[in-house]
């Protein structure tokens, strides 16, 4: 069983920055690809980000809408992914979830298996 807790979100004014961060509890933490979503009240889960497991060469990805102003990253010593914010927008205020899957990365939500509880990102205008 896979654990994910998020840290990091706020509120913040447009523009500014922020890092969430997603701990998981899993032996073999760098065997899973681990992604960011976001979802909106009455709206879809979307994607974020996802990063490959490192045994497939750590490689990112990011939806159009955040492309040049958030990154994704993994530390697998500390068993930690990270999503560096800038340039923040009032439309990126919603909930964040990290999530994992093992193997291949994939932006489809429904085959991540393992979900964190969410982190509130507010930016205000």
């Known amino acids: 069983q896979v654990q994910l807790v998020e840290s990091g979100g706020g509120l913040v004014q447009a523009g500014d920055s922020l890092r969430l961060s997603c701990a998981a509890s899993?032996?073999?933490?760098?065997?899973?690809?681990m992604g960011w979503f976001r979802q909106a009240p009455g709206k879809e889960r979307e994607f974020v980000a996802a990063?490959?497991?490192?045994?497939?060469?750590?490689?990112?990805y990011y939806a159009d809408s955040v492309k040049g102003r958030f990154t994704i990253s993994r530390d697998n010593a500390k068993k930690m992914v990270y999503l560096q914010m800038n340039s923040l927008k009032p439309e990126d205020t919603t909930i964040y979830y990290c999530?994992?899957?093992?193997?291949?990365?994939?932006?489809?939500?429904?085959?991540?298996?393992?979900w964190g509880q969410g982190t509130q990102v507010t930016v205000s205008s």
């Open positions: 999530a994992a899957k093992p193997g291949i990365y994939s932006s489809d939500y429904s085959l991540y298996d393992y």
């Open positions: 990063i490959t497991s490192s045994w497939s060469g750590a490689y990112t």
């Open positions: 899993v032996l073999t933490f760098s065997s899973y690809a």
